[in-house]
């Protein structure tokens, strides 16, 4: 009993350095100056040390002088990590779970502290590039709740029921620190499993989090909001279109909630406008996940369609509820998670996404964010062609395509490309498409029998030339100051620059010419351009296997070409 008592006189010094030391590294360690990033916390660090001296000269059979101080060398793990002291920080958390003990880890007493710890060992060696070590960890984290939480939860201590005297009233934040310790452990296991290359497993660790996250209360909105749109793309991806519409949802409806919160925030005008300017930010982002979900519906619809898509096992259907809300179900009804099957069911898609995309502009202007305002151009062009694969008439698909040329253009008119070369060679690509996809919609509408200088006729080789200018403009930024390409081309660029050569070569041979030599020159800039494809291939084999398809209909083609040629020269010589 004396030595009891002997702890417990010890008590109120210990906590109150404690306090201390916490109040260091929780608050004032954020205001430290940039010359002195960690004074906070090695200060805190100083007062952990010292009162671990303290609390070892103390004699008592208290077991809460156990319990303090596997926290403080927890503590003392945390700041060392958050210090750049990582070594040092491994070695604190394995001494605190080392006097915790094995068979203390599912004690309601240090459960809470054991998963703390292990959670932390887990964060190491993720940085530490060790995945498999990392998951070990965090399993066994997850393992000790399930075991506990199966249990009577209530029982479990709190980390401030360490510094209580015997026969104080516990400070019921026993629960709340073990469920906070676990959220940390499904955030840590959704992030190691996405390293692994798990990618399902990645994601119900996500959405596991963001549903405990809602439990518990008091998360960040906007982080959470996004983070539930940004894991709708995984759902979305695998065609799981319920699942990733139903986060959207969730991911718009804490947005909306957090919107009504902010207007009745009382902070600082300063403070205010920049939760405002984020708000916005954030707000855009999940408009385009929005968009990018009926883009892929649209994409996904044509696929089916045309029986493109993959014969793969469907995906399963894991519980996917987050929030289940009049509200959300109305957020849901806005656009379909059904595939569409013609023009009447794509057209309330595009137009539900390209409400989103405008909405996406409004903060994402070409002033400010030039890459971003960009890449919503792309996307809007991009649900153009979806919905034209789904009209049947040939000439409002013509004007559709117009829409994504005017479009396209317009960015290439205001973009510098010497600041913006990645996109403006993708959006001169895509013009090259555009208008061979227009071509190929006003060829097919040829009557059987038309004169070479026909309205028609011109029309389509007018749209055949500004195919070519837009391919050959995308393949002279490959070249270099003396205008000769590059002996191999990188990786990312030799798709591309190939079938922009594919490409250039078939559209020379689809103009129609008014004489036989015109014919002749134009099936030898279509051979010109097939054979420096088939050059290319033989010097760099391993990218021929990017264009495997496009290169066999080709060589077929070639293989035809000097005939065709042979022909020409005979009528045009007799």
């Known amino acids: 009993m004396a030595v009891t008592a002997a702890w417990d006189s010890k008590l109120e010094e210990i906590r109150n350095e404690y306090k201390r030391a916490r109040k260091l590294i929780d608050i004032e360690s954020l205001s430290d100056p940039p010359t002195e990033p960690y004074r906070s916390k090695y200060e805190a660090k100083k007062i952990l040390k010292e009162l671990l001296e303290l609390i070892g000269q103390t004699e008592t059979d208290s077991p809460d002088k156990e319990h303090v101080r596997a926290l403080i060398k927890y503590d003392l793990g945390v700041v060392a990590t958050e210090t750049e002291e990582t070594s040092l920080g491994l070695e604190c958390f394995e001494e605190c779970l080392r006097i915790i003990g094995e068979d203390g880890y599912e004690d309601p007493s240090c459960c809470s502290l054991a998963i703390s710890a292990l959670n932390q060992l887990g964060v190491i060696a993720t940085g530490r590039s060790d995945p498999n070590r990392a998951c070990e960890h965090l399993k066994r984290a997850e393992s000790i709740y399930a075991k506990v939480s199966a249990e009577d939860v209530t029982r479990v201590r709190g980390f401030s029921d360490y510094f209580l005297t015997e026969g104080q009233a516990g400070c019921e934040t026993g629960v709340k620190d073990l469920e906070r310790a676990h959220t940390h452990t499904l955030y840590y296991l959704a992030q190691v499993y996405e390293s692994l290359g798990e990618n399902e497993k990645a994601a119900m660790y996500c959405h596991s989090t963001l549903k405990k996250q809602l439990a518990m209360g008091g998360m960040d909105s906007v982080d959470w909001a996004l983070n539930a749109a940004t894991l709708s793309q995984f759902f979305i991806v695998r065609g799981d279109f319920g699942a990733g519409r139903h986060h959207l949802a969730c991911a718009s409806y804490v947005l909306a909630q957090y919107a009504t919160e902010l207007d009745r925030d009382q902070s600082s005008p300063e403070h205010k406008e920049e939760k405002e300017e984020t708000l916005k930010h954030r707000s855009a982002d999940v408009a385009r996940c929005w ?10 619809s044509r696929e089916e369609a045309t029986g493109q898509k993959d014969e793969e096992q469907p995906p399963s259907k894991q519980p996917h509820l987050l929030i289940k809300s009049p509200e959300v179900a109305a957020l849901e009804a806005t656009i379909t998670d059904k595939l569409v099957t013609d023009f009447e069911g794509a057209k309330p898609v595009f137009l539900t996404c390209q409400r ?15 890459t971003d305002y960009i890449e919503i151009v792309q996307e809007m062009s991009k649900l153009y ?6 009209e049947p008439a040939a000439d409002r698909r013509c004007k559709m395509h117009k829409r994504r040329i005017d479009m396209l253009e317009e960015i290439l008119k205001e973009v510098n490309p010497k600041f913006y070369l990645h996109l403006c060679r993708q959006v001169m690509f895509e013009l ?6 227009m071509m190929d919609v006003k060829f097919s509408s040829l009557p059987a029998a038309v004169r070479p200088n026909s309205h028609a006729v011109k029309k389509i080789n007018s749209l055949i030339d500004k195919a070519i200018r837009h391919y050959t403009s995308f393949l002279d930024t490959l070249k270099d100051s003396n205008g000769e390409y590059p002996g191999k081309f990188t990786d990312d660029l030799a798709r591309p620059a190939l079938v922009a050569h594919i490409c250039v070569g078939r559209l020379h041979s689809k103009k129609v010419a008014q004489d036989p030599r015109e014919q ?4 030898e800039m279509t051979k010109e351009n097939y054979e420096f494809v088939q050059n290319y291939c033989k010097k760099a084999p391993e990218h021929a296997l990017l264009v495997k398809e496009e290169l066999e209909m080709m060589t077929e083609l070639l293989q035809l070409i000097p005939g065709t040629l042979q022909n020409m020269m005979s009528s045009t010589l007799y």
Not at 291 to 300: F, H, M, N, R, S
Not at 520 to 523: G, K
């Open 385 to 390: 062609k979806e919905l034209a694969f789904f």
């Open 356 to 370: 989103w995309l405008t909405e996406a502009k409004e903060y994402y202007t070409l002033k400010n964010h030039a």
């Open 520 to 523: 002749f020159a134009n099936f």
């Open 291 to 300: 968009a990018k979900y009926g883009l892929l519906l649209l994409v996904a």
């Open 432 to 437: 090259g498409e555009t208008y061979s996809e």
